[in-house]
């Protein structure tokens, strides 16, 4: 049988591997987003990994890694809702969620924008 | 140990952090006040950091609360962070300046969202960009990558547009997809050497597959913020969408951060398993940019677009220096990065200034379009002005310093004997310049009836500009008094006149066979080139833009990112 | 029995993986993913990151979960444009193929990793005794890499300021969010009711014992953040006016707080973010007191989105 950290990290892998695909083909933003999650999720499994392979002193797991998963998570959370905030506004905006280049060319910009 | 100064890099990322909080919850008018006070006190602080090595005749080190790595953090500086670091005070100064324009709360709001957005965001991403300099730890550089995004993002949707808001998402989720995939590499360093440390790293690498696997990860991950062709699906509408002062700082700084990060990790962290292949993988990936970037903006019907796509081709030549570097010759390796880091800078400056010049040309005629442009050198004579030297400097005519980087890459690439690459560079001066010669043919060509500006443009706003691109034109000769040897020498020796003008005639004629658009200019130059001649040209130029058109599709970016990682992670095995 | 157990674990995770990738509708992939987050936080318990664990359920699963819930639903009618975009099978295939290649790459990056593994347990244990607090990550977070935490205290501000960015310029110094209503006897306003007291007592016990134990400001805060939540959705609490001076110092009282400490350990400890000897725990202290407000307001108003109506 393989050890615990070494089942996850494989286990990181996949997720990773599955991931990588869902957010290249899946063309629904929202879906994105989902993929980036899991991606993240897959390497903080993996940092997990490391830092229980990292165990001593009565710690279950090296604690600098565990430390910094913590902030990880919190990172990706604000990415996600950051992410999630535009894509809404893009659907009030457009009517559209879509990702797909427009045939029309982007925006014309005005300096200053927003003061209208 | 610390080292004496050492505060100072603490100082340089906290203090514009420091004027986020301030000017965030003080808010409207106040938000601005906060950010010219938080400016003054940055630049300050950078030159302070550039007088505290020049005493100390080394590097500066500031170990956080004390704490040592591999436990702690440390921050250091060294010659490339300070160079980067100057160069970032200089340019937020400059668009500080230009801003203020542009994002002035309007009487009788107490709070506006844009100035607010702008002078919070701008000071956010000044401090995130001085963090990426200095930091010496893997994971928090990760979070000044994400610092840095997340402050981006909104700045280029800041009109509130839908095409706007797609190119920020775009932008974002990319962006993030590379951040991940950096992390992904920190945590599989982290696991096979316990530590997250530069200094520390570099001298524990070996060999080993989850080095290599982590090594490639990040490369990757850094060139898609970096926006290296093919990897650029966002930069275009997003850098051409958003303000011009958001331009520029995005355009001219926000993409050197993941950049230097790929500076630092390739010289700093994995030299010791880089291999020639690899190198050459990046430097072809540079040549891609510079080719497609470069044909693509002559083929622009917006001047936006046109620079944004200019930034695509010069972030090809920033990673020129690669190959050079890793070329063999350790001598070489120097003057690559001194010329890396000089490109670099010498870009940030006059990208800036170019977006900034297109935006007040914008803001005077209501529009961008190249084939409009017509009476713009007489109305807005400044900004034509800055534009042309912003220009200039990009070409690498003497005395910018864009023209000792490439004489630096030049004598890199002779010493290590890699000729190719110095044929990349020439041809890409001669790209170049045809879009400027393009731009300024069409402003120069007469308008039909005089162009009435239907804005004020700021006198203020046009001296920011044209103070940039001087900067970046002056680059060239600060460079020769700061010790690099001899680079100024024989600039002004009739070979290398004869060169400058061979350059702006052959970009001449490129631009004549290569754009989209002529300006009606009576018959001469441009006519001289024969009508087959450039029947045929146009079908390359039409075929490299429809190459840039799939590349920036969603699936496919999205594929060739993750091919790249696994092209480096097969060129590092490849050693010899 | 672990074996077992993690086995077992791992395979569901993959599945319900592979559900939020497959899932034809994008609401059923999302409740999926809110499923595998509270799946993740057992492993967590596996790896022995309680700390982790109750991040994950609170952060990753929940609030992510409940953004993630809201758009799909906002989101419906897209479905059917999304599918049409969908990419043809040449590039499905390339796709699948690189993803594969990365999966074996870290397979192989993983299964290489060294034996024994290098770890900052031994230099965390020789130096904890000076933090004075007992919990390893918290004298990881707020002593060896303070500045980690810092930076993260100010990237959630950057992030809500990008997302109060998106407002319409109209609703600039407005309230986030739509305004709700219930029916004040339904199941839901009783919820609103019921949970939001219980919920602040464990988010604060969390906090409380963090120093020590598992548990601490993040994963506090962001209970705090869910009740508050709840109460805004049931239609018992609203959303306050994003341009009120008070609300602004409330949201950077905690960064502030910390930086404050950080410059007085320039002047008492001899370096930025240090803490002077003897006076580690109580400053730490102090700066986790300032940081859980804080941190619960900036993570709830994330959540509730740019500003929406305008300020009566």
Sequence with gaps: MIDAATLYGLCAALLVGGGVYALIVNPQPLRKIVAFNVIGNGVFVLFGAIAHRGAGFGWGGDPVPQALLITGLVVAFCATALAVALLLRLFDEAGSATLAPDARPPAAPEAGAGER | ?576 | MTDAINCGLAILILALAAWTIVARDTFSAVVGFVAYGLLLALVWVQLHGVDVALTEAALGSGLTGALLLYAAARLRATEREARAERPGLPTRVAAALVAACVTVALGIAVLALPDPAPTLAPQTAASIATTGVGNPLTAVLVAFRAMDTLLEAIVVLFALIGVWSLAPDRFWGGRPGTLHHSDPDGVLAYFARVLPPIGVVVGVYIFWVGADFPGGKFQGATLLAAMWLLAVIAGLADTPPIGRTWLRAALVAGPVVFLAVGAAGVAFAGAFLGYPDGYAKPLIKVIEWALFPSLALTLALIVAGAPQRSAP
């Design chain 2, 1 to 576: 140990m610390t080292t004496p100064g050492g505060l100072l890099l603490a100082l340089a990322v906290i203090v514009p952090f420091v004027g986020v909080l301030a000017g965030f919850t003080l808010g409207g008018r106040n938000a601005q006040r906060v950010a010219m006070v938080t400016i003054v006190a940055g630049l300050g602080i950078a030159i302070a950091v550039a007088a505290a090595m020049q005493r100390t005749g080394g590097g500066l080190v500031y170990l956080l609360g004390g704490w040592a790595p591999p436990l702690g953090i440390a921050l250091r500086a060294d010659g490339p962070a300070l160079v980067m670091m100057l160069a970032v005070a200089v340019v937020i100064v400059g668009i500080g300046v230009y801003a203020c324009a542009d994002f002035g709360t309007p009487a009788g709001v107490r709070e506006a969202r844009a100035p607010l957005v702008f002078w919070t965001l701008l000071l956010a991403i000044w401090g995130a960009l001085n963090l990426v300099l200095v930091s010496g730890d893997l994971f928090t550089l990760y979070v000044a990558l994400e610092l840095l995004t997340f402050a981006a993002v909104p700045l280029v949707s800041l009109d509130g547009k839908a095409e706007t808001l797609q190119s920020a998402l775009r932008y974002l989720l990319y962006a993030l997809l590379g951040s991940v995939f950096y992390l992904l590499g920190a945590v599989l360093l982290y696991g096979a050497y316990g530590t997250l440390d530069i200094a520390l790293l570099a001298a524990r690498i070996r060999p080993g597959p989850a080095t290599l696997a982590a090594a490639a990860l990040m490369t990757g991950g850094l060139l898609a913020k970096t926006a290296l062709v093919p990897l650029h699906l966002w930069l275009p509408p997003a850098h051409a969408g958003a303000p011009a002062a958001a331009s520029a700082v995005l355009s001219g700084l926000v993409i050197k951060g993941s950049w230097f990060l790929v500076v630092r990790l390739w010289f700093d962290v994995l030299p010791g398993v880089l291999t020639g292949p690899s190198a050459q993988l990046l430097g072809a990936l540079g040549a891609a940019a510079i080719l497609l970037g470069n044909v693509v903006a002559l083929r622009q019907a917006r001047l936006k677009l046109l620079v944004a796509y200019s930034t695509v081709a010069q972030i090809g030549y920033l990673f020129l220096m690669f190959p050079l570097a890793f070329g063999g010759a350790a001598l070489a390796r120097e003057s690559a990065l001194a010329g890396g880091m000089l490109q670099a800078i010498s870009h940030a400056t006059a990208k800036a200034a170019m977006f900034m010049a297109a935006g007040l040309i914008y803001k005077a005629l209501g529009h961008d379009r190249i084939a409009g442009l017509a009476g713009v050198g007489r109305a807005l004579p400044l900004c034509v002005l800055t534009f042309v030297l912003a220009g200039v400097a990009l070409m690498g005519l003497p005395p910018s310093g864009a023209y000792v980087a490439k004489k630096l890459l030049l004598g890199a690439a002779a010493e290590t004997g890699q000729w190719w690459w110095d044929a990349v560079m020439q041809a890409g001066g001669l790209l170049t310049a045809s879009y400027v010669v393009l731009v300024l043919a069409h402003a120069l060509v007469p308008g039909a009836a005089a162009v009435k500006p239907r804005a004020l443009v700021s006198r203020l706003a046009e001296a920011a500009a044209l103070a940039l691109a001087l900067c970046s034109l002056a680059l060239g000769l600060a460079a020769g008094s700061a010790g690099v040897p001899d680079v100024l020498s024989g600039a002004l020796s009739p070979a290398a006149l004869g060169g400058a003008l061979v350059l702006i005639v052959g970009g001449a004629l490129v631009a004549s066979a290569l754009a989209d658009r002529l300006p009606p200019l009576p018959a001469g130059g441009f006519a001289a080139f024969g009508r087959p001649v450039r029947r045929t040209t146009l079908v390359v130029a039409a075929a490299l833009a429809r190459t840039d058109g799939v590349l920036r599709l969603w699936p496919v970016a999205g594929l060739s990112l993750v091919a790249l990682v696994v092209a480096f992670g097969a060129a590092l095995m490849a050693r010899g």
